[in-house]
């Protein structure tokens, strides 16, 4: 795998984990607006912490999936993934 293809891999990895992240550690505000009854935003997003947490999960992931790209136990080349002759 080329530094494109495992950068663009890591992002794919990273944008997909930061939405399954977002939901973690968010309570609705305490106080309804008094005119509608909405919580809207949480309080506090803690954005800081949900952002490493994103970045390490996804480094995690990104090295098990590149250990299984480069070992080649997955491969469309050779096996019974490969594609028929022509």
């Not at 997909?16 to 309804?32: E, G, H, Q, R, Y």
């Amino acid at each position: 795998m080329g530094w494109f293809t495992g950068t663009v891999f890591y992002v794919l990895i990273w944008w997909t984990v930061l939405f399954a992240v977002l939901p973690l550690w968010t309570k609705p505000s305490a106080d309804p607006d008094p005119a509608t009854g909405w919580r809207g935003a949480p309080d506090s997003a803690r954005m800081g912490r949900k952002l490493l947490v994103t970045t390490l999960i996804s480094l995690l992931i990104w090295c098990a999936v590149a250990a299984v790209i480069e070992s080649g136990v997955i491969s469309f080349r050779h096996g019974p993934l490969a594609l028929p002759d022509q």
